[in-house]
């Protein structure tokens, strides 16, 4: 099992820096929205949506992605403020009181999951492509740290209703991992240490609260996995469920200018 999750990981992180450096630009761009595709697919199984719920998924996060991209995309900040009030509120509401959401509000669910995370990973690869690339490697960064620490030392369960496998000591080891790639990358950009920190610190936070959230959708779905079309990963939304709040919310820390006319 180990080693069929370290060959799929390492031919994924092919890909990603293949289609990320190497080839054109419209080869990644291409990636995400196949991937973003996929991940619409396992919500509408994961959702048990019927036929035209899943028209209404498929409409409500397609035509919003493709008119922003296409013709708004200098007010696209409306998108990621969205997430950022959905995760920040909803979401953390619905984590901790664990209420079945109906069928008609999973179709909504799933376009806020989908639309702001293709949106902004288009929108930062675009505009700062190695910005988008520090918030990957923090995120798997803490996905590995998670997964070690937590094999290695974990015995303090995070949030054993939704998520037996989750400990502390994994999310701690996710916060070390991510600390130490700070103080390391600091050595070779001009950001203040403390810059740097606090973006890893943050980025790990929200990547474990959205596989938190992933892991009760499934787990009220009675499924253990999104998918299967990753070997010894499971699902798409299984390997991007820690993306869905971190990039979002840092594309719109990226337009500082929105962010702090919205809150002031």
């Not at 028209?55 to 409500?60: E, F, G, N, P």
């Not at 209420?99 to 909504?108: C, E, G, R, Y």
């Not at 996905?143 to 989750?166: C, E, Q, R, T």
């Not at 080891?173 to 130490?180: D, E, H, R, V």
Request: with cysteine; glycine share 6%; proline share 3%.
């Amino acid at each position: 099992m180990l080693k069929t999750r370290l060959v799929s990981a390492f031919a994924m992180l092919a890909i990603f820096f293949a289609s990320f450096f190497i080839f054109d630009p419209w080869l990644f761009l291409a990636l995400t929205s196949i991937v973003s595709i996929i991940a619409l697919y396992e919500l509408c199984s994961l959702f048990r949506l019927k036929f035209n719920q899943k028209i209404i998924l498929w409409s409500a996060s397609l035509v919003p992605s493709i008119y922003f991209y296409l013709f708004n995309f200098d007010n696209i900040n409306i998108i990621f403020f969205t997430s950022l009030i959905f995760w920040f509120f909803f979401a953390v509401f619905h984590l901790y009181s664990k209420f079945h959401l109906t069928n008609n509000f999973n179709v909504i669910l799933g376009a806020i999951l989908i639309v702001p995370l293709w949106v902004s990973v288009v929108s930062l690869f675009l505009d700062n492509k190695l910005f988008l690339l520090f918030i990957f490697i923090s995120i798997f960064i803490a996905d590995i740290g998670a997964y070690l620490f937590g094999k290695k030392y974990g015995k303090n369960k995070l949030m054993p209703n939704v998520s037996p496998g989750k400990t502390v000591e994994g999310v701690l080891g996710a916060f070390f991992l991510n600390t130490i790639f700070a103080c390391s990358l600091s050595f070779y950009v001009s950001v203040e240490l403390l810059i740097i920190v606090a973006g890893t610190t943050l980025i790990t936070f929200l990547s474990v609260f959205g596989d938190l959230y992933e892991s009760l959708l499934k787990r009220q779905s009675g499924v253990k996995d999104s998918g299967s079309i990753i070997p010894g990963h499971g699902g798409i939304l299984d390997r991007i469920d820690g993306f869905f709040p971190t990039i979002p919310i840092f594309a719109l820390i990226s337009n500082s200018s929105y962010f702090i006319g919205i809150i002031f």
